[in-house]
């Protein structure tokens, strides 16, 4: 019921003035109103990002024709490895999964998928695995009028090393045929037969794994996936993107939970997966992404920048690339970077995730104020989340809407009931500027809460 709730709100349920929240390891729905009875109906929302002059695209996740359909974890990889291979043609916008995933949830079809987020093309694609061989189709749709304008069919050994190849071939049919049209998309950033990809398919499967859960881990599945990922990397130890995954998953247990906010050891070893996936594959955008993050939680913020930048310029059209850099610049305070990393991310990820508008809110309440912040919060609610609710609770205190703030701080005691201990090593952990957190400490004590600095 709860991912139920979360998917209305983040769909149709976008504009409903009442949320309805159940908090974690509780059965009892909560009610709050979406801002203060006082506020102005139909308040602005924040303008939406400018479309892209580049032709865009929107892959489907492949369906699976095999006869035994075990193969949730390689349709994930397969449908975020064609994302990312067809991200690095620099005048090609694309999607991300996360769009692609929630328009096929609610079996959109085509035309609807045109008119709500107007891609140019979507690509849909199956396989089917049978006798250690990989079949794949795909079809490349024309969105505006749902005709197939190129069908290709692609037979491979079902090996890890030769799915590489055949993503590779798939890409540049793609973007080949797209820029018959459109013109040259540049060069394609195609890795050499001397770098290092997963050449095991326990090690493709565990990376698989992780782009499908990515961000919204929780605990359990982290652990299990750095276990799983260690233990591949023993028979593998050259795969640079499985580095890559350890590296993020560790500095996700550093950032992300409560209890290892202030575990510093865990950043050594984030850093040392993130230089071996560099090490492994320079070419690799995931890997400098990684060692992107690393560094910046580690505060040495000049290597972050170099690495961003590195990874941007290998990978320029990735979603989640501009969201998670973006969230950085934004804590930062540098926001002539963040927002338009953030408007970058949101723009190709029209549907989900809600995560988005949170670091854009926060860009928003410093420079412009609390109603447009405010504001955004409600393009993708993400009730029963803390960090939802401690948002939403400094701008409503700073809007003095102090209704619907006490209504806000009630709900996020009942997700977070020891808010008050653990936020201030927690938004340290995330390298917060000082001027950010002084605004929202300021808020959280007008609201009652006891936070000492």
């Known amino acids: 019921m709860r991912q139920k709730l979360d998917q209305y709100y983040a769909q149709e349920g976008r504009g409903d003035p009442v949320l309805i929240t159940i908090a974690k390891g509780s059965y009892t729905a909560a009610f709050s109103l979406s801002c203060d009875g006082d506020a102005p109906a139909g308040a602005d929302l924040p303008s939406p990002a400018l479309p892209s002059i580049k032709p865009s695209i929107a892959v489907l996740p492949f369906d699976d024709f095999s006869r035994e359909q075990e193969n949730q974890y390689f349709a994930s990889g397969l449908t975020e490895e064609t994302i990312a291979n067809l991200s690095r043609f620099k005048e090609l916008s694309v999607f991300s999964r996360l ?102 398919w326990q090690t493709y499967s565990w990376i698989s794994r992780y782009y499908q859960f990515s961000v919204q881990l929780s605990e359990e599945d982290r652990k299990e996936i750095q276990e799983g990922v260690r233990k591949a990397l023993e028979s593998d130890p050259t795969s640079s993107d499985a580095h890559a995954v350890l590296a993020l998953t560790t500095v996700d247990q550093y950032r992300m939970w409560f209890a290892e906010n202030t575990n510093v050891a865990l950043l050594d070893q984030a850093l040392h997966e993130a230089n071996l996936a560099v090490l492994h594959d320079p070419e690799n955008a995931a890997a400098h992404k990684a060692l992107a993050i690393v560094q910046f939680h580690r505060r040495e913020f000049d290597q972050f920048e170099a690495e961003a930048q590195q990874a941007l310029s290998l990978n320029p059209g990735h979603p989640d690339m501009f969201a998670m850099l973006g969230i950085c610049y934004c804590v930062r305070a540098n926001w002539s970077v963040a927002m338009p990393l953030l408007n970058k991310a949101i723009a190709h990820n029209p549907l989900q995730p809600g995560w988005y508008h949170i670091p854009k809110a926060i860009c928003l309440a410093m420079t412009r104020g609390p109603k447009e912040a405010l504001a955004e919060t409600l393009v993708a609610p993400l009730p029963g989340t803390f960090y939802y609710h401690c948002y939403r609770l400094w701008f409503l205190v700073e809007l003095d809407q102090m209704v619907a703030a006490q209504l806000e701080k009630a709900q996020l005691l009942e997700v977070l009931p020891d808010f008050e201990q653990v936020i201030l090593p927690h938004l340290r952990a995330w390298c917060f500027d000082k001027s950010i957190l002084d605004r929202a400490v300021a808020a959280w004590q007008k609201a009652g809460l006891e936070i000492s600095q």
């Not at 093309?121 to 079809?139: C, K, P, Q, Y």
């Not at 692609?154 to 080949?176: D, G, H, K």
Request: aromatic residues 8%.
């Open 99 to 200: 769009t692609t995933e929630q328009a096929k949830l609610r079996n959109l079809s085509i035309k609807q998928i045109y008119d709500e987020f107007r891609p140019d093309f979507v690509l849909e694609g199956s396989f089917r695995i049978d006798n250690e061989m990989v079949n794949i189709t795909i079809n490349l749709v024309d969105a505006s009028s749902a005709e197939i304008i190129l069908t290709q069919h692609f037979s491979r050994s079902a090996t890890p090393e030769a799915m590489y190849v055949l993503q590779n071939e798939m890409s540049l049919a793609i973007a080949t045929w797209i820029a018959d049209r459109f013109g040259p998309l540049g060069l394609y950033a195609r890795r050499s037969a001397q770098l290092s990809p997963s050449l095991k």
